[in-house]
């Protein structure tokens, strides 16, 4: 006999099922499935130089010598941020002073060399507020230098050497900030000049020198605007320079470079725009040197990074026909030039980082070539302005920066593989073959970063982070790799790694998700719910980068999904949870450009997604499983910018979501749009938010015969929605929060109970919502967190269905963020666990059923993010798989509660008898083209269905032995009048419960 046609009696029936071996677990509280990610995220002290941003990018960049040493400012868990110093050795790096004693920090900013013996800096003890401080290095050196305000904080600022002093501006409570200048006494630490008298402040920005023994700043005297003034440090020496656009207006003078004997500045006279000045301290000697940028227009002459070759300075200016490019200028018009367009056109290379090396200045610039910043030098000349090496061909460029001379050649940040290697350090000889990565200090995509590098003689300081091994920290070098390393992990200890697993899909017995287990990057895995049956898929992306798996979903006895390679980009993928089964379907968007692949919804035997390509943006596109069966299904918005679609729901034959038209004429914006899987059969169902805005149509489910989805209007804002897939049926069900504010209905999910979302009506804050299909009967169901703050009742993707029950991301007053389980009533709402406990948050989310249990992902204190699992007690019934064509039949169910009857319905194949088995669990096959989710050869018969649609009453006895039982169901389609072919629904799995 036909294994289609054999009966089994019912009371088999119920002898099998209550012999089906149970995976059911008696645990009633979520537990971590395994810590997949099990390294340690070292803690990171973060040593910086302190300097501040007012000077020059070389001098801020870098770590102040002070004596024999260097200075730095760094964190660690017992004195907060504070004062160290290092000669370049581990017991040489030691903590100077805990200046706000205990674990608070001081605040350091400032740092300022005097006379190279000292150092001046701002920094708040917790008593005496922001104040000057001064060191010497050591413990007893380090004191507060004078407390200019006593009852708060003075605030130096803007420190700039001048001889034996230095001037800064502080403010003491009754002359507002203003310009001060010490010897490193606090006797000798005076008030220069109130220069706006009284007490409002003459707003001192933009402190430079002239010469070595004076500033030059801008500031504010209330009557002439923020012009250019002058100090010796002296009340006699304080002046106006010129009043360089006359009168109340202002010229703001910055960004000052001193060649020794004049200095160069940016100013705007009110006429010329801001161009290029130059001054020797006088109002005579103080001129425009140059209208680079012809008429109002500016040039912005930048000497942040000013160099000096010879006689020449060079800086960065836009003349408005070539960019932002390399100028330089002797101190006349005529020397005044454009070096190099480096990046040729009107387009900028914008360079910066100038470095000497000899006579040789290196930089970073944009080129029309390389499209984005590279590595270039120049002797001064055009034709000696040349790109050094291209390190990432194309336009990605590997940004270089951080340039420092240390030992005949430039060493720097940058990235030349971004996906496997990040921001190293490199060297440069400079030559293309002498320029290349000099240590991979943190393997994997991250990169160690280095920073601050700093020339000390035999060695060079910098910092870096060792993610695996001391975080972020201070490193040395000599030159050499063995040389490079850290020199002390000044915060030592470390917090869990989180694995971030995401994205889960239900597989036979198993869970398909991303995770990343500190080694190879965020990489497929599977689970069978135990710590030893979880393991690594496969390295998609072979090495520390991540091969990034997302949008997991089950189809044709695979999970497909989105995953990267260098080779292809984000493409589409497809796996049967073994290495060698876990295979690329498609390279849509050919060659290394992504077409990243999302939105995955299973519907009549095929499966449909959003897909980029160069072509036609990102548009619906539909896949059988084969290369040549992936194709794009319309470009619905013609050309590049494509219609966005999103939010796929199955229902009545037909894929409902949310596309945009928008940039066709007239265009509808993002509206409710459907498909019969042809181009022609793809056509708008209403253009809900009339004329070319948007209704954005959301988190579109099915229930009780109707779509229902949110939608936003400009009369009602965005509120629940209801469709039977016409216009004319298509229309506004209920406005939750009335007026134009929106109830933001959002993870709509249908359950054996009713329609679960989560809502805010504008009184209780955002929570969980409930609906049987009327206005009467959608009502919150439960205020998780009482009165107008929000329970927040989420989960992503929807929320788990366990028969009646949800479970989702809720919070209530003292517990965060944790996971809950809701039958729609305020008793019938717990939470499952406080899994972060307190007030900190869990933050469970990327949430499935899986084998009667629910997966998800949450934090926690000891072992970061992480996947659990929770075996529960309640029914589930939970469909997967696709059906088989051409009628494409379905198969749902209620939940099976013991001493209750579950409803087992679907849609059948017209006058066609068809044949309803369930099996044990597993994970299924292909007969005559069809989906086999029950194995057939051994399934069971449960009943005979017939008809376009049909129904069956699944009784479950109440015993409670068959708790945490589960079996799959599918239904078999017979063509008469032979039997052959055959016709097959989706499975469900069935789990009996309580």
Not at 241 to 251: E, F, Q
Request: proline share 5%.
């Amino acid at each position: 006999m036909s294994p289609l046609l054999r009966i089994t009696t019912a009371g088999a029936v119920l002898a099998l099922v209550s012999s089906i071996c149970s995976s059911f677990c008696q645990a009633q509280t979520p537990v971590l499935v395994k810590d997949v990610n099990a390294t340690v995220a070292p803690y990171d002290s973060s040593p910086a130089p302190g300097r501040g941003s007012a000077g020059p990018w070389e001098e801020t960049n870098r770590f102040l010598k002070v004596g024999s040493s260097w200075l730095f400012i760094a964190f660690d868990d017992a004195n907060g941020q504070e004062l160290w110093r290092t000669d370049g050795t581990t017991a040489g790096t030691v903590l100077v002073k805990d200046i706000n004693p205990g674990t608070a920090s001081s605040s350091i900013r400032n740092l300022t060399p005097l006379l190279g013996t000292r150092a001046l800096f701002s920094a708040n003890d917790g008593t005496s507020g922001s104040e000057l401080w001064i060191t010497d290095g050591t413990t007893a050196g380090t004191q507060l230098l004078k407390d200019i305000h006593p009852s708060s904080s003075s605030s130096p600022s803007y420190l700039t050497a001048i001889g034996a002093r230095i001037l800064f501006t502080a403010n003491d409570g009754t002359s507002g900030t203003e310009l001060w200048v010490t010897n490193g006494t606090a006797a000798g630490t005076t008030l220069v000049a109130d220069i706006r008298v009284g007490a409002s402040s003459s707003n001192i920005f933009a402190m430079g020198n002239l010469n070595p023994v004076t500033a030059i700043f801008q500031a504010d005297d209330g009557t002439t605007g923020q012009e250019l003034w002058r100090s010796d440090g002296t009340a006699a020496g304080t002046m106006l320079v010129k009043d360089i656009n006359p009168g109340a207006t202002t010229s703001r003078p910055t960004s000052f470079y001193s060649n020794g004997s004049v200095a160069f500045f940016q100013a705007d006279d009110g006429t010329s725009g801001a161009e290029l000045w130059v001054t020797g301290g006088t109002a005579a000697t103080t001129n425009l040197l140059k209208d680079i940028q012809v008429g109002t227009g500016s040039s912005s002459p930048n000497f942040a990074y000013a160099q000096k070759i010879g006689s020449d300075v060079f800086f960065t200016a836009n003349d408005g026909v070539n960019g932002i490019e390399l100028w330089k200028t002797d101190g006349t018009a005529a020397g005044t030039t454009l070096v190099a367009d480096i990046y040729a056109g009107s387009s900028s290379s914008s360079p910066r980082y100038f470095t000497l090396l000899g006579s040789t200045m290196f930089f970073a610039a944009r080129s029309l070539d390389t499209q984005n910043e590279e590595l270039w030098k120049t002797d001064g000349t055009t034709a000696g302005t040349v790109n050094v090496a291209e390190l990432r061909p194309g336009i990605d460029g590997s940004f270089p920066s951080d340039l420092v001379a240390f030992g005949g050649k430039i060493w720097f940040k940058a990235y030349q593989s971004f996906d496997t290697f990040g921001y190293e350090l490199f060297v440069s000889d400079g030559t293309a073959a002498g320029t290349q990565m000099f240590k991979d200090i943190s393997p994997g995509p991250n990169g160690s970063s280095p920073r601050y590098m700093t020339s000390i003689g035999s060695k060079m300081l910098f910092q870096a982070n060792d993610e695996m091994s001391v975080g972020i920290e201070l490193f040395e070098s000599d030159g050499t790799t063995a040389g490079t390393k850290s020199i002390l992990d000044i915060r030592p200890g470390g917090s869990p790694n989180s694995s971030y697993p995401a994205y889960p899909a239900a597989f036979g017995d198993l869970v398909l998700f991303s995770a990343n287990d500190g080694v190879s990057g965020i990489e497929l895995w599977r689970s069978d719910r135990t710590a030893a049956g979880t393991v690594q898929v496969m390295d998609i992306n072979p090495g520390p980068a991540s091969g990034s798996p997302r949008y997991m979903t089950r189809f044709k006895n695979a999970v497909y999904f989105s995953a990267f390679t260098i080779a292809n980009g984000a493409e589409l993928w497809k796996s049967d949870g073994t290495a060698s089964g876990t295979v690329l379907v498609k390279d849509i968007n050919a060659g290394v450009n992504s077409s990243s692949p999302q939105n995955f919804t299973v519907h009549d035997g095929k499966l449909y997604f959003a897909a980029t390509t160069a072509a036609e943006g990102q548009e619906l596109w539909v896949t059988d499983g084969t290369a040549a069966g992936t194709q794009l299904v319309k470009d619905i918005s013609p050309g590049t910018l494509g219609s966005n679609p999103l939010y796929m729901a199955s229902y009545n034959g037909r894929l409902y979501f949310g596309a945009n038209d928008g940039f066709t004429s007239p265009g509808s914006g993002s509206e409710l749009w459907s498909t019969d899987g042809t181009a022609a059969g793809t056509t708008l169902v209403m253009d809900i938010e009339v004329g070319t805005g948007s209704s954005n149509p959301n988190y579109l489910c099915v229930y009780k015969g109707k779509l229902w989805f949110g939608a936003r209007t400009t009369a009602s804002g965005t509120e629940l929605w209801s469709s039977d897939g016409t216009t004319a049926g298509t229309a506004l069900f209920m406005e939750i929060r009335a007026g134009t504010s929106s109830g933001s209905p959002s993870y709509m999910t249908a359950t054996d109970g009713g329609l679960y979302f989560a809502a805010n009506d504008g009184t209780n804050g955002t929570e969980l919502w409930k609906s049987d299909g009327t206005v009467a009967g959608t009502v919150m169901a439960v205020d998780l967190n009482p009165g107008s703050a929000s329970g927040f009742a989420q989960m992503f993707p929807r929320y788990p269905v366990l028969g009646k029950h949800v479970v989702f991301s809720g919070s209530a007053p003292g517990t965060g963020s944790e996971p809950f389980v809701s039958d729609g009533t305020t008793l019938g709402t717990v939470m499952l666990a406080d899994l972060n406990p307190g007030s900190s948050s869990s933050s469970p989310g990327d949430a499935i059923v899986s084998g009667g249990a629910v997966w998800f992902d949450a934090t926690s204190a000891m072992f970061g993010s992480e996947p659990y699992v929770w075996w529960t007690t309640r029914a589930s019934a939970t469909a997967f798989g696709e059906s088989c064509g051409p009628a494409f039949p379905t198969l749902e169910s209620q939940a099976p509660v013991v001493g209750t009857t579950a409803m087992m319905s679907g849609k059948g194949f017209g006058a066609n008898p068809g044949l309803l088995y369930i099996s044990p669990p597993m994970l299924g096959s292909s007969i005559l083209g069809c989906p086999d989710y029950v194995g057939i050869g051994t399934a069971l018969f449960l009943a005979p269905v017939v008809g376009a649609t049909y129904s069956y009453p699944l009784f479950v006895p109440a015993t409670p032995s068959l708790v945490g039982i589960r079996v799959n169901a599918q239904a078999w389609f017979l063509t008469l009048p032979t039997i052959l072919p055959v016709q097959t629904t989706n499975g469900v799995e069935l789990v009996i419960g309580v």
